[in-house]
């Protein structure tokens, strides 16, 4: 039996997948028949890159997907193509038929897709000027310590200026008075 499977390599915590086609009774990261694609997760949304026509091709002679990588061909719209696929042989529909509703289907979902990514996209940008706007005020905060710290020296300083010239003031008629006496 043949399976279309995930197979995992990258490093721990960095995982990525090649999507292969493998003997049922292989290790999941060992030999494979073909390799057919890869799969990213960590990405936003997850990159999925696969030769539609293997995948298709490999569906077609019987291969079984597994869950996940069911979903990914549910996802790129291959699993519809096979169930057109099978429609057409059976006479049920015809082939333009087919295509045009993969092409509509494929249509609608690349515009989910493109929406998506922009979401994310403009998510991301509000979230860095939010970020910048916090660290502006919190910039503006310390400037204004800092220039209060500043004024509450100069006071100090002028009062320091200060004192001692009233010390003076006060030791001259102290001064006269004794001479005075």
């Known amino acids: ?8 390599r990258g490093r721990k915590k960095l995982a990525m997948y090649d999507v292969v086609v493998a003997d049922a009774r292989a290790p999941r990261d060992g030999r494979f028949i073909e390799k057919i ?6 990405t936003t ?9 293997k995948a298709f091709k490999w569906l077609m002679n019987g291969a079984q ?3 996940t990588v069911k979903a990914m061909l549910s996802y790129r719209g291959i699993m519809l193509k096979k169930h057109l696929q099978i429609g057409v042989i059976k006479g049920a529909i015809t082939q333009d038929q087919a295509d045009a509703k993969l092409a509509d289907w494929l249509k609608s979902k690349e515009a989910k897709i493109e929406a998506k990514r922009n979401k994310v996209t403009a998510s991301k940008e509000e979230s860095a000027k939010a970020r910048k ?6 910039r503006e905060a310390r400037a204004e310590a800092i220039r209060q710290k500043a004024k509450v020296a100069e006071e100090a300083a002028a009062a320091a ?19 005075q006496a």
């Open 1 to 8: 039996m043949v399976k279309i499977r995930l197979a995992r």
């Open 37 to 42: 694609g890869t799969y990213n997760p960590l």
């Open 45 to 53: 949304p997850a990159s999925i890159d696969l030769n539609d026509e």
């Open 65 to 67: 997907p597994s869950d």
């Open 133 to 138: 706007a916090a660290e502006t005020k919190i």
């Open 161 to 179: 200026a200060a004192q001692p010239a009233a010390a003076a003031e006060n030791e001259a008629p102290a001064a006269e008075a004794t001479e």
